[in-house]
């Protein structure tokens, strides 16, 4: 699991009061309704991370409830295209499925003169799925490596091409296992890739998809197809798999509650980047729609999208960046 994450799962394994296996996340009741101000117009774009697109969506929507003249453009290729677009100007809400690396940070600070600023605005649980008539119970992470790349740093004895190979008889036995994956743009390709796969790389028959929707899609269509995207993806034509970290530990299915307790280990923040000059207030609309993220409505978002709302003390964190 990401080291931010585990940071602060003590605290929310507090707002969940213990979260006992099959019980209902709810927004920290501490969190506040937001409240409309007035003068708040205009248009903005929004680039970047294609996991986040209906989370993006479902704000706009709540937010044009109090602003319904605010137009805010929604574009997801990828995490990787949302530094440029800030850098740029071509967008004023970077939303990214992992955090923004080094090499991304020090552009945006060598055009500016201060770094970008993130907003961790929800988590989630990156999923493997399978078909929904695949019987495999579920993975070690050294076998979702072995699957899944061709260099297997996570130890696994052997490369795993055939469902035979983790078990599976009859006529799953001789199946070759096809992979469903995202592309190189993609914020969840380099999680996963940094997480599940070691640092290591990808096999070349990994089928690269432009979105997380068309992993899903191809594994519905697919009976002996195998892939990875947020959880909140998850349809009736597939299975989420339970993970174990190695050998003789215990799996842990991808669910919210999991993620809280600490025992999935792929769990991730979704962040918004933004450009806040210091010193400098920020552009009205775009403190609103950050206002309206952060607040109870917000954060219930998080919960029909099928994600993990923060916390109420991450909640006064990320609102002080913005103030």
Known sequence: MARGVVIILVVLGMMAGGTAPGQTLKVDPRIPLYQQVSGISGSASSIGSDTMNNLMALWLEGFRKYYPSVRIQIEGKGSSTAPPALIEGTAQFGPMSRPMKATESDKFEKRFGYTPTALRTSMDALAVFVNKDNPIEGLLLPQVDAIFSRTRRGGYPEDITRWGGLGLGGEWKLASISLYGRNSASGTYGFFKKNALFKGDYKDEVKEQPGSASVVQGITEDRYGIGYSGIGYR????????????????????????????????????????????????????????????????????????????????????????E
Do not use: H, W
Request: aromatic share 12%.
């Open 235 to 322: 349809t009736s034509g597939v299975r989420v798999l339970p993970l174990a970290v190695g050998e003789g530990q215990p799996y842990s299915e991808g669910t919210m509650e999991n993620v809280l307790n600490g025992s999935y280990p792929l769990g991730r923040f979704l962040y918004i980047y933004i450009n806040r000059a210091p010193e400098k207030p920020l552009d009205p609309m775009v403190r609103e729609f950050c206002r309206f993220i952060f607040s109870k409505e917000g954060q219930e978002v998080m919960i029909k999208d099928g994600y993990m709302p923060v916390p109420y003390e991450m909640v006064k964190e990320e609102l002080a960046k913005i």
